[in-house]
Protein backbone atom coordinates (compact mmCIF):
# COMPACT_ATOMS: atom_id res chain seq x y z
CA UNK A 1 0.00 0.00 0.00
CA UNK A 2 1.22 3.33 -0.32
CA UNK A 3 2.46 5.41 2.39
CA UNK A 4 3.78 8.90 3.08
CA UNK A 5 7.45 8.85 4.21
CA UNK A 6 8.88 11.37 6.36
CA UNK A 7 12.49 12.15 7.58
CA UNK A 8 13.87 12.31 10.18
CA UNK A 9 11.80 10.35 12.52
CA UNK A 10 13.25 12.26 15.21
CA UNK A 11 15.21 15.59 15.47
CA UNK A 12 16.81 17.62 18.74
CA UNK A 13 17.99 20.76 18.12
CA UNK A 14 19.05 24.13 19.94
CA UNK A 15 16.64 27.14 20.63
CA UNK A 16 17.05 29.37 17.52
CA UNK A 17 18.39 26.77 14.78
CA UNK A 18 16.43 26.53 11.66
CA UNK A 19 14.78 22.88 10.97
CA UNK A 20 13.50 21.19 7.90
CA UNK A 21 11.61 18.66 7.80
CA UNK A 22 10.75 16.27 4.74
CA UNK A 23 7.91 14.58 3.72
CA UNK A 24 7.48 12.09 0.26
CA UNK A 25 3.76 12.28 -0.77
CA UNK A 26 2.33 9.75 -2.11
CA UNK A 27 3.24 9.83 -6.00
CA UNK A 28 -0.26 10.49 -7.50
CA UNK A 29 -1.84 12.53 -4.82
CA UNK A 30 -1.82 16.29 -5.47
CA UNK A 31 -3.03 18.06 -1.90
CA UNK A 32 -0.39 17.66 0.80
CA UNK A 33 -0.53 19.28 4.70
CA UNK A 34 1.59 19.87 7.59
CA UNK A 35 -0.36 19.15 10.99
CA UNK A 36 1.32 19.49 14.48
CA UNK A 37 0.86 17.36 17.70
CA UNK A 38 2.04 18.99 20.78
CA UNK A 39 2.90 15.79 23.65
CA UNK A 40 -0.47 14.78 25.04
CA UNK A 41 -2.61 17.48 22.54
CA UNK A 42 -5.05 17.12 19.45
CA UNK A 43 -3.46 17.27 16.22
CA UNK A 44 -3.91 20.83 14.80
CA UNK A 45 -3.49 21.96 11.13
CA UNK A 46 -0.92 24.20 10.02
CA UNK A 47 -0.82 24.45 6.40
CA UNK A 48 -2.41 22.81 3.26
CA UNK A 49 -0.79 23.13 -0.25
CA UNK A 50 -1.81 22.55 -3.52
CA UNK A 51 -0.94 23.44 -6.94
CA UNK A 52 3.10 24.71 -6.00
CA UNK A 53 1.50 27.42 -3.54
CA UNK A 54 -0.04 27.73 0.16
CA UNK A 55 -4.47 27.00 -0.01
CA UNK A 56 -4.67 27.66 3.42
CA UNK A 57 -2.72 28.25 7.14
CA UNK A 58 -3.56 28.19 10.31
CA UNK A 59 -3.10 31.12 12.75
CA UNK A 60 0.26 28.82 14.04
CA UNK A 61 1.36 28.93 10.75
CA UNK A 62 3.15 32.15 11.07
CA UNK A 63 6.34 33.81 9.51
CA UNK A 64 8.68 31.33 11.35
CA UNK A 65 7.22 28.65 8.87
CA UNK A 66 7.43 27.84 5.18
CA UNK A 67 6.49 24.99 3.38
CA UNK A 68 8.37 24.30 -0.24
CA UNK A 69 7.78 21.68 -3.14
CA UNK A 70 11.39 22.13 -4.68
CA UNK A 71 11.34 18.83 -6.87
CA UNK A 72 8.58 16.84 -8.22
CA UNK A 73 8.69 14.07 -4.73
CA UNK A 74 9.78 16.30 -1.64
CA UNK A 75 7.52 18.28 0.42
CA UNK A 76 9.40 20.01 3.21
CA UNK A 77 8.60 22.27 6.01
CA UNK A 78 11.06 24.74 7.04
CA UNK A 79 10.69 25.84 11.03
CA UNK A 80 13.04 28.86 11.40
CA UNK A 81 14.96 30.29 14.68
CA UNK A 82 13.12 27.21 16.84
CA UNK A 83 11.91 27.77 19.91
CA UNK A 84 11.05 25.60 23.03
CA UNK A 85 7.17 25.63 22.32
CA UNK A 86 7.97 24.38 18.74
CA UNK A 87 8.91 20.95 20.56
CA UNK A 88 6.25 18.66 18.81
CA UNK A 89 5.46 15.82 16.67
CA UNK A 90 5.02 17.64 13.20
CA UNK A 91 2.77 15.16 10.69
CA UNK A 92 2.60 14.98 6.88
CA UNK A 93 -0.32 14.15 5.07
CA UNK A 94 -1.55 14.16 1.42
CA UNK A 95 -4.76 12.99 -0.87
CA UNK A 96 -6.01 12.81 -4.26
CA UNK A 97 -7.45 15.97 -6.26
CA UNK A 98 -11.00 13.71 -7.09
CA UNK A 99 -12.59 11.13 -5.08
CA UNK A 100 -12.39 10.19 -1.77
CA UNK A 101 -11.14 13.25 0.24
CA UNK A 102 -8.66 10.53 2.18
CA UNK A 103 -5.90 11.77 3.72
CA UNK A 104 -2.90 9.79 4.16
CA UNK A 105 -0.32 10.33 7.32
CA UNK A 106 3.12 10.13 7.91
CA UNK A 107 5.06 8.22 10.50
CA UNK A 108 5.70 11.93 11.83
CA UNK A 109 8.80 14.00 12.76
CA UNK A 110 9.18 14.53 16.57
CA UNK A 111 11.30 17.77 16.67
CA UNK A 112 12.36 18.64 20.27
CA UNK A 113 13.79 22.13 20.99
CA UNK A 114 16.51 22.18 23.83
CA UNK B 1 -14.79 26.24 11.55
CA UNK B 2 -16.32 23.04 11.95
CA UNK B 3 -15.95 22.09 15.72
CA UNK B 4 -15.51 18.16 16.55
CA UNK B 5 -15.91 16.83 19.64
CA UNK B 6 -15.02 13.12 21.22
CA UNK B 7 -16.48 11.58 24.12
CA UNK B 8 -15.15 10.35 26.32
CA UNK B 9 -12.13 11.44 26.97
CA UNK B 10 -10.61 8.88 28.88
CA UNK B 11 -11.91 5.00 29.01
CA UNK B 12 -10.13 1.85 30.85
CA UNK B 13 -11.18 -0.97 30.08
CA UNK B 14 -10.65 -4.87 31.44
CA UNK B 15 -9.73 -7.16 28.33
CA UNK B 16 -12.32 -8.76 26.79
CA UNK B 17 -14.78 -5.94 27.32
CA UNK B 18 -16.30 -4.16 24.49
CA UNK B 19 -16.72 -0.12 24.68
CA UNK B 20 -18.32 2.51 21.67
CA UNK B 21 -16.68 5.78 21.31
CA UNK B 22 -18.38 8.44 19.92
CA UNK B 23 -17.55 11.58 17.87
CA UNK B 24 -19.87 14.58 16.92
CA UNK B 25 -19.74 17.15 14.43
CA UNK B 26 -21.20 20.32 14.01
CA UNK B 27 -21.59 20.66 10.65
CA UNK B 28 -21.79 18.56 7.60
CA UNK B 29 -18.87 16.69 6.42
CA UNK B 30 -17.86 15.05 3.12
CA UNK B 31 -15.31 12.56 4.98
CA UNK B 32 -14.55 11.29 8.33
CA UNK B 33 -12.00 9.27 9.70
CA UNK B 34 -10.75 7.08 12.60
CA UNK B 35 -7.34 6.42 14.02
CA UNK B 36 -5.24 5.03 15.97
CA UNK B 37 -2.51 7.09 17.78
CA UNK B 38 0.33 4.18 18.54
CA UNK B 39 2.54 4.47 21.38
CA UNK B 40 4.95 5.12 18.98
CA UNK B 41 2.96 8.43 17.99
CA UNK B 42 2.03 7.32 14.62
CA UNK B 43 -1.55 7.71 13.31
CA UNK B 44 -2.89 5.06 11.89
CA UNK B 45 -5.90 5.14 9.71
CA UNK B 46 -8.68 2.93 11.43
CA UNK B 47 -12.25 3.76 8.63
CA UNK B 48 -12.74 6.10 6.40
CA UNK B 49 -16.38 6.64 6.89
CA UNK B 50 -18.64 9.33 5.43
CA UNK B 51 -21.79 7.93 6.36
CA UNK B 52 -22.84 4.04 6.92
CA UNK B 53 -21.17 1.03 8.75
CA UNK B 54 -18.14 -0.43 8.16
CA UNK B 55 -16.46 -2.97 9.71
CA UNK B 56 -12.69 -4.48 9.98
CA UNK B 57 -12.58 -7.37 12.21
CA UNK B 58 -13.15 -6.56 16.11
CA UNK B 59 -13.62 -2.88 14.82
CA UNK B 60 -16.80 -1.20 13.50
CA UNK B 61 -17.31 2.42 13.10
CA UNK B 62 -21.09 3.75 12.07
CA UNK B 63 -21.55 7.31 10.88
CA UNK B 64 -25.22 9.24 11.10
CA UNK B 65 -24.33 12.19 8.67
CA UNK B 66 -27.73 13.53 8.49
CA UNK B 67 -27.71 13.57 12.67
CA UNK B 68 -23.55 15.15 13.14
CA UNK B 69 -22.59 11.60 14.95
CA UNK B 70 -20.06 9.02 14.24
CA UNK B 71 -19.25 5.67 16.62
CA UNK B 72 -16.51 3.81 16.91
CA UNK B 73 -17.14 0.18 18.40
CA UNK B 74 -14.24 -1.85 19.90
CA UNK B 75 -15.16 -5.68 20.55
CA UNK B 76 -13.55 -8.37 22.51
CA UNK B 77 -10.60 -5.51 23.14
CA UNK B 78 -6.92 -6.49 23.53
CA UNK B 79 -4.40 -4.53 25.78
CA UNK B 80 -2.61 -3.98 22.25
CA UNK B 81 -5.84 -1.64 21.12
CA UNK B 82 -4.84 0.73 24.01
CA UNK B 83 -3.68 4.59 22.78
CA UNK B 84 -5.71 7.32 21.81
CA UNK B 85 -8.17 7.29 19.07
CA UNK B 86 -9.04 10.65 17.30
CA UNK B 87 -11.94 11.23 14.86
CA UNK B 88 -11.47 13.60 12.25
CA UNK B 89 -13.56 15.28 9.96
CA UNK B 90 -13.32 16.55 6.31
CA UNK B 91 -15.03 20.09 5.74
CA UNK B 92 -15.80 21.54 1.83
CA UNK B 93 -16.59 24.65 0.40
CA UNK B 94 -13.59 27.26 1.21
CA UNK B 95 -11.72 24.99 3.88
CA UNK B 96 -10.88 21.59 2.48
CA UNK B 97 -9.16 20.28 5.32
CA UNK B 98 -8.72 17.57 8.21
CA UNK B 99 -10.16 18.97 11.45
CA UNK B 100 -9.48 16.68 14.69
CA UNK B 101 -11.01 16.02 17.48
CA UNK B 102 -9.69 15.93 21.30
CA UNK B 103 -9.41 12.00 20.87
CA UNK B 104 -10.61 9.07 23.55
CA UNK B 105 -7.35 7.87 25.57
CA UNK B 106 -7.95 4.13 26.08
CA UNK B 107 -6.59 1.87 28.06
CA UNK B 108 -7.16 -1.70 28.16
CA UNK B 109 -5.69 -3.89 30.76
CA UNK B 110 -5.26 -7.12 31.21
Known amino acids: EPEVTQTPSHQVTQMGQEVILRCVPI?????FYWYRQILGQKVEFLVS????????KSEIFDDQFSVERPDGSNFTLKIRSTKLEDSAMYFC????????????FGAGSRLTVL | GIQVEQSPPDLILQEGANSTLRCNFSDSVNNLQWFHQNPWGQLINLFY???GTKQNGRLSATTVATERYSLLYISSSQTTDSGVYFC????????????FGKGTKLTVNP
Open chain 1, 93 to 104: ASRKSTGANVLT
Open chain 1, 49 to 56: FYNNEISE
Open chain 2, 49 to 51: IPS
Open chain 2, 88 to 99: AAFTQGGSEKLV
Open chain 1, 27 to 31: SNHLY
